[in-house]
């Protein structure tokens, strides 16, 4: 029996909250597939649609932008004036939008197309997605009329018309599409058109951009670099001093997204925008721990500047040290209301790039939720550019979250519509992993003296499913004497304190994966989704195994001589809007480390912070110190230490 649209809106909303079990059925979404043809862009034809205008709007009207006439460069602050207005409104607003031919009309539907990826913020209701959209009241001189000017006086020279203006400020990254700043009245709700500034291009829409490094396998005698250009054709990296590799190309199209009949998902209609092509390319010939420099493009486009970046230790030298974080995303640098803001991801990302700066960092491991783009596409565009002062320069290893993979009927675990359609498409085309294969985002990998293995909680990782069979396989054939710690990375935590209104923790999932960790004694296990930081005991089977001692400096330090168990830690702090702990759980916190029962029958939680940051992990041969840091102040709120206290072999 088919759902009405309100019932289906009803649905979705749902949805938001809560994992679906039943959705009207879908076609299976088409694969990803490479693109070298060049072609011209399928969205060229798509949000063609009436606009509407409003009605009596002042002759006086007009939008300036501050180009100088000039075409866009890559990155921009522009101060976007609003002249003309005969009667300031509270309602009045202008939208960035992208391409300059996307419909403007208003779409009230459209809310539950922003609140199918779980963002219930006052947004834009319009047929296409506007990139940015500020009130002019956000220049405070607006409604009072500050900035006056007269345009017609009466014969002794008093004013008859006297008109308003605002200036507001849009930062702009070159996503290769034209823009355009638009004004309406009306509000977000009912928007009607009132001017048009007309389109503006970008200098060299075609310009290599973005570049991302990331590791491809244990030897570090490799790496692959990962940018976005206009250009189809294929580029290349200059590294070395003298060497070069040539870029494969890939893109993805609106055919390539998942959505249902009934209301199309944000990725298959009004979020869609063409990514441009994306272009991969692995230097080889490099030697482990060392630096290099490198710049990528082509003579036809442009090159990127030359960049210093350092290869990670190989397996089984002595040392590592690298950053972990989860749900991240990316916050607009100017007053805009954007979909999906995680409001610390700057923060976060501004204390990492210190941390590079000032400390040896050979890996960044961001474990789910990336951009939040969901289905919006154009923000995979400020999310790369956020990201690339961290990510040119070492290894961005990732693992799949809910934001990137899930949708109904596309194979995700998990059926809700938190990938706005996506489906993993546009992750695993930004951010190739050594993965297995396409849409099955499970690796492992060594750097140090750390084997990584890195899961997908979206797919299926039940007993006897593919990726339960390659973790089993993977953790067996691990060599001690030469990574001695092993470390196991997902998105969806095992265990989780916090009380929200979706459950945090399945329950099937620790049924079915906790065994491994134990059996195959794995040391560490990260964990995203909550946002939040939190840190366990040696933990299974939600009992204490094993409990943590001060060293001589404090540190709660963790003896895997005689293993029990491992240590779950959540890092999920790394951008968007925090999770707090609820005061019950803490006061039994609190209680259960001041009692004398046994270990097995203590609370499991023994640190919690609810602020926005990352952990710090340094691993030796014999020794594991994981630093969870605050990203506002760089101050260490949460500190523990794993040990091997035997010799290890080299």
């Known amino acids: 029996m088919g759902l009405s649209v309100v019932a289906w809106l009803a649905l979705l909303a749902l949805c938001a909250a809560v994992a679906c079990s039943q959705r009207p059925p879908l076609p299976p979404p088409e694969m990803f597939h490479d693109n070298f043809a060049g072609k011209k862009s399928e969205f060229r034809m798509v949000n063609r649609k009436r606009l509407d205008s409003c009605r009596n709007p002042s002759p006086y009207l007009s939008i300036s932008v501050s180009t100088g006439g000039a075409p866009l460069p890559d990155e921009a602050f522009l101060q976007v004036t ?29 809310g539950a197309n922003y609140v199918q990826t779980g963002d219930l913020a006052n947004l834009p209701l319009l047929c296409h997605y506007p990139v940015k959209a500020q009130h002019l009241t956000s220049d405070p001189g607006y409604l009072g009329c500050k900035n006056a000017v007269c345009q017609t006086r009466d014969a002794s020279g008093g004013c008859r018309v006297r008109t308003c203006a605002a200036t507001l400020t849009f930062h702009v990254v070159n996503f290769r599409t034209d823009v355009e700043f638009v004004l309406f009245s009306g509000g977000f709700r009912t928007p009607c058109v009132l001017k048009r500034s007309g389109a503006l291009r970008f200098a060299n829409p075609a310009k290599p951009l973005y570049g991302h490094l990331s590791s491809t396998d244990s030897k570090a005698t490799s790496m692959r670099l990962t940018w976005v250009s206009g250009d189809a054709r ?23 997204m998942c959505s249902v009949p009934v209301l199309p998902s944000p990725a298959k ?42 290869t990670p230790p190989a397996a089984g030298s002595d040392e590592l040290s690298f950053v972990i974080f989860g749900d991240m995303g990316k916050a607009p640098l100017d007053p805009s209301v954007e979909h999906y803001i995680q409001p610390g991801s700057i923060t976060v990302t501004n204390a990492v790039a210190k941390e590079i700066q000032t400390r040896k960092v050979d890996s960044i491991f961001h474990i789910g939720d990336i951009s939040y783009a969901t289905g919006f596409l154009v923000e995979w565009d400020f999310f ?13 290893m990732t693992a799949i979250g809910n934001h990137e993979r899930d949708y109904a009927d596309s194979g995700s675990v998990y059926v809700t519509p938190d990938s706005g359609g996506e489906c993993g498409v546009a992750y695993e085309s930004y951010f190739p992993m050594p993965i297995v294969s396409k849409d099955k985002p499970w690796y492992s990998i060594e750097q140090g003296s750390v084997h990584f293995v890195v899961m997908s909680t979206e797919h299926k990782w039940s007993e006897k499913s593919e990726q339960y069979n390659w973790m089993n396989e993977d953790l067996s054939s691990v060599n001690r004497s030469r990574t001695p710690w092993v470390i196991f ?11 929200g209104i979706t459950l945090n923790v399945d329950p099937i999932f620790l049924t079915a994966v906790e065994p491994l960790l134990l059996k195959y004694q794995v040391d560490l296990v990260f964990f995203g989704h909550v946002h939040n930081y939190e840190r366990s005991c040696a933990l299974y089977q939600r009992k204490c195994r094993g409990m943590p001692k001060k060293d001589a400096s404090g540190i ?20 968007f ?74």
Request: aromatic letters at 10%.
């Open 82 to 110: 609003v002249a003309g207005v005969l009667k300031p409104d509270g309602d009045d607003w202008v939208a960035m939008i992208t391409p300059s031919n996307s419909s403007v009309s208003g779409c009230p539907l459209n």
């Open 234 to 256: 294929p580029q290349q990296v200059q590294y070395a001093g003298g060497m070069s590799a040539i870029s494969q190309v890939a893109t993805f199209t609106q055919k390539d």
């Open 269 to 310: 209609d009004f979020g869609w925008h063409d990514p441009g092509y994306i272009h991969s390319a692995v230097m080889t010939g490099l030697q482990p721990s060392q630096s290099y420099t490198y710049r990528y493009g082509s003579d036809f486009v442009g090159w990127s500047e030359t960049i210093k970046f350092r």
């Open 384 to 396: 790369l550019h956020l990201i690339t002062p961290l990510a040119s320069q070492v290894p961005y």
């Open 489 to 499: 990375i997902g998105h969806r935590p095992m265990y989780s304190s916090h009380i």
């Open 556 to 575: 709660d330090t963790y003896d895997n001589s005689k293993y029990t168990a491992p240590v779950h830690a959540i890092v999920g702090a790394g951008g």
């Open 577 to 650: 809007s925090l999770d707090n702990f609820p005061k019950i759980i803490i006061v039994r916190a609190i209680i259960a480390s001041l009692s004398e029962k046994k270990n097995s029958e203590k609370w499991w939680s023994l640190s919690r912070v609810s602020e926005f940051g990352y952990a710090r992990v340094h691993a030796t041969r014999t020794d594991i110190l994981v630093q969870f840091v605050n990203a506002g102040t760089m101050e260490v709120r949460d500190q523990f230490r794993i040990v091997k206290r035997g010799p290890q072999a080299p």
